[in-house]
């Protein structure tokens, strides 16, 4: 077999329909990669690079929680009977729930630790720390979104990570209170 037909091979099994959740995990580890480089290069220049550590470390944690929280869900709605077929609103709602209480965690997660690097920044510095912030949450965005795949989750995820973003970002002790504790484990 060719280089060229094991190629074609390799691309046709990935886009096929069966294989979506593979390519979106796919695409989102590529993307997420891909922001980090790009924050990383970013903040260089404004000796933040920390910050850029602390998403990565974030981004770790975050694939891991969402993987995990996808599972748990899944068990308990497979203990309950609860499915696409039998309970669509129940099923829709509890991976909703999950999914925006995951994209708010990181929304929280994002505008707390942007917040801890604007002291001593001009103001198109902080300018540029709270614009990272906000294109980290498109980032954990694609994460979610890799598994819960649904166009009612993306459709609410995107707009709750930006707003969830910038509530936290004005009242940083709200964040704190929903989700310090989590933060605290790691």
């Known amino acids: 077999m060719s280089a060229s037909a094991a190629l074609s091979f390799r691309e046709v099994w990935l886009l096929q329909e069966e294989q979506k959740d593979v390519f979106e995990a796919i695409v989102a580890l590529a993307l997420n990669f891909l922001f980090l480089a790009l924050i990383a290069l970013l903040l260089w220049p404004l000796d933040r690079l920390p910050l ?21 869900v899944l068990r308990i709605q497979r203990l309950f009977g609860v499915n696409l077929y039998d309970h669509p609103d129940a099923y829709v709602r509890s991976n909703l729930v999950v999914s925006c209480f995951l994209q708010a965690g990181w929304a929280a ?34 994460v979610v979104s890799s598994f819960y795949q649904g166009t009612v989750y993306k459709l609410i995820s995107l707009p709750l990570a930006l707003a969830g973003f910038l509530v936290f970002s004005v009242w940083p002790a709200s964040g704190r209170t929903l989700y310090g504790w989590f933060f605290r484990l790691f």
Request: proline letters at 4%; hydrophobic letters at 70%; aromatic letters at 14%.
């Open 52 to 72: 850029a550590l602390g998403l990565a470390k974030g981004s770790g944690v975050l694939w891991i929680a969402v993987g995990v929280a996808f599972v748990l």
């Open 109 to 142: 997660f994002a505008a707390l630790a942007v917040r801890s690097f604007v002291p001593g920044l001009p103001a198109w510095g902080v300018a540029l720390l709270y614009v990272a912030g906000a294109a980290s949450c498109l980032m954990a965005y694609f």
